[in-house]
């Protein structure tokens, strides 16, 4: 008989720490206020908790546009925090699930920065890329999922189109280039690393794209 994962029976609770609760009074959510209420969450049953992103970010999507997936936003707090917040969970019994958003990135992510700078540079095809029609418009007729207008941004630096499916400062990853995907996956690796007992995948069935 197959083995049943911890995962598959669960009862999961999603935070938004950017909205739980706020310990330092800045009015935004925080990792203290997760910890604070920890005996609670546990006393409800659960047995593990979501968070939403806790990355360091711009925060233009609720901290879905991302400029470094391996840092934690200050708003939140520090590393530290993190790792304490881990540890607390552990103690009680209770699984950590961290969102991963791989579909895209902030367009001021180090990535993109450097993508968009030039046709020819190490990261010239980690993102969706497309050069304009003859008369200049957009690759193609796809509308963003989000505000329902063309989902290409002209970008004057590098000359052509960026293809976003959410606002237009969070450029798709191309999930065609292997050397932006083994990147993902280091990333994945390292929280692995830190003790994190799974993710939660944003958008999976948004990272291909058949031009």
């Known amino acids: ?3 049943i994962e911890w995962w598959q029976n669960a009862l999961i609770y999603q935070i938004c720490p950017l909205s739980f609760l706020d310990t330092n009074g800045d009015g935004s959510g925080d990792l203290d206020g997760i910890v604070d209420k920890l005996d609670y969450l546990a006393a409800l049953g659960i047995d593990a ?3 939403s992103p806790i990355y360091e970010s711009p925060m233009k999507d609720l901290g879905y546009d991302i400029t470094d997936l391996r840092a934690i936003d200050p ?3 520090k590393m530290e925090d993190f790792d304490r917040l881990l540890a607390l969970c552990h ?3 209770l699984k950590v699930m961290l969102d991963q958003v791989w579909n895209h990135t902030s367009d001021e992510h180090p990535w993109f920065i450097e993508s968009r700078s030039s046709r020819d540079n190490s990261k010239a095809d980690w993102y969706v890329w497309e050069d304009a029609r003859a008369d200049g418009s957009p690759p193609n007729n796809w509308l963003s999922s989000f505000v329902g207008e063309s989902a290409w941004e002209w970008d004057e630096t590098r000359q052509q189109f960026y293809f976003y499916n959410f606002i237009k400062s969070q450029p798709d990853l191309n999930w065609h280039n292997t050397d932006m995907v083994d990147a993902i996956f280091d990333v994945a690796q390292f929280w692995l690393d830190k003790g994190v ?3 939660r995948i944003d958008a999976p069935n948004y990272f291909y794209h058949d031009l």
Do not use: T, V, Y
């Open 197 to 199: 007992d799974g993710f």
């Open 75 to 77: 708003l939140f707090g």
């Open 1 to 3: 008989m197959p083995q």
């Open 49 to 51: 908790i979501w968070f």
């Open 91 to 93: 103690a009680r019994g």
